[in-house]
């Protein structure tokens, strides 16, 4: 099963195996040898689920390869390589974003039955919606610091575009030293 298991990190891109392979290696041993422990149904599947894994994430850098080349990647590598450092799921912005809104409209409901109600205690009336609202000026903020960002990403992605490419293109060693004449 071993065997079979290193041949199928063969599968995987020579550069992304040469960064990646020996940490899946071990990793995958680690997996097996807990599975062992388990017992033979445990083991088998394991090694299904591994073996499944292995084939899966093959094609897909594969396909990454294929559509997003290195020359042209408008996608930051660093964000597609495996990385330690913690990051939110992308979820979480989205969840952040709801709960928010959920805060947002409960305030403005509690405005307008603070200012619907008499402050002497007198039976209550229909409660009258506020004249203004709050949603729609944070809709509007949030849709405004939204076309901010993009325009900045633009920026950035256009300045990284142009200067980190041409420096990388310089030779320094090719330029003549300081006193010395191309002809000399």
Known sequence: MRALLRSLLYLYPAAYRAEYGEEMWIVLEEVQTHAKKMGPLAQTLSFTREAAGL??????EHARGILFPQDFSFIPQRRLSMRSEFRFPKATVALMTVILAAVVVAIDKAKAIS???????????????LHYSVISTLLITLAG????????????????????????????????????TILS
Not at 116 to 129: D, R
Not at 160 to 170: F, I, K, M, V
């Open 55 to 60: 084939v899966h994430g093959a094609l897909q």
């Open 115 to 129: 200012a619907s109600a008499p402050h002497a205690s007198l039976p209550m009336g229909p409660i009258q919606p």
């Open 145 to 180: 610091l939204g076309v901010c960002g993009a325009l900045l990403w633009a920026v950035l992605f256009a300045l990284h575009r142009s200067g980190t490419q041409r420096l990388s293109d310089l030779n320094p060693s090719a330029s003549p030293r300081p006193g010395k």
